[in-house]
């Protein structure tokens, strides 16, 4: 009896292909807000978009944009050392913080299967927050410098970031699939690293 070959399985990636990510992101910091330099909160959230190009099936290159919403906390100090006076005070203020990376994918598209596990760097720049305290002295008739008073804060500062995580992608048709990963972002020193959850629907063109 002739043997009929099994039909190939369904291609649900292609070798070469161009994404556009569409996604919701929640962000927490590495340290308790109070330590922390940068986002200056302990969580917020966004959403972002990610433009990547396949070259080959398993490697591609991509730009990535994302902001949040942080809640961000302002510290205002007032000392007087004459009558041994010390206040400590925070008031919040919304910010919207962001940034704009390259970045560079390695995907493994499960043989027969919708699944495709990944892992991804970049590096960039953001921006949004770094706003520090203005603290200056001040002098009381007779006694000299001896008051220090929060007096405002400096302006938001743009800082170098990087990023590396991994995460997995589902296709519903050949063009159009969920992702859902976890990154850990570096800013620029260890009191501002960051934590970044994204979910989302993916093209694929």
Request: charged share 20%; proline share 5%.
């Amino acid at each position: 009896m002739k043997q009929v070959a099994p039909p190939p399985c369904p291609q649900w990636y292609a070798d070469r292909e161009f994404n556009v990510s569409l996604w919701g992101t929640y962000v927490f910091t590495g340290n308790n807000w109070v330590d922390d330099r940068y986002i200056e909160a302990d969580h917020a959230w966004g959403g972002g978009v990610d433009f990547k190009y396949f070259f080959m099936r398993y490697v591609g290159v991509g730009i990535e944009g994302w902001a949040v919403d942080a809640n961000q906390k302002r510290e205002d100090i007032f000392v007087d050392f004459s009558d041994g006076i010390f206040q400590r005070s925070f008031h919040s203020e919304r910010n919207a913080i962001g940034a704009v990376l390259g970045t560079l994918t390695l995907r493994y598209p499960i043989p027969c299967t919708r699944f495709a596990p990944y892992i991804f760097g970049g590096a960039g720049g953001i921006f949004g927050g770094g706003q520090r305290p203005i603290n200056k002295a001040f002098t009381e008739p007779g006694e000299g410098f001896d008051v220090v008073q929060t007096v405002g804060h400096t302006d938001a500062e743009a800082r170098a970031i990087g990023q590396v995580g991994g995460g997995m992608e589902i296709r519903f048709t050949p063009h159009i699939g969920w992702v859902s990963d976890f990154s850990w972002n570096f800013v620029d020193g260890p009191h501002n690293n960051f934590g970044m959850v994204r979910t989302g629907v993916n093209f694929a063109f």
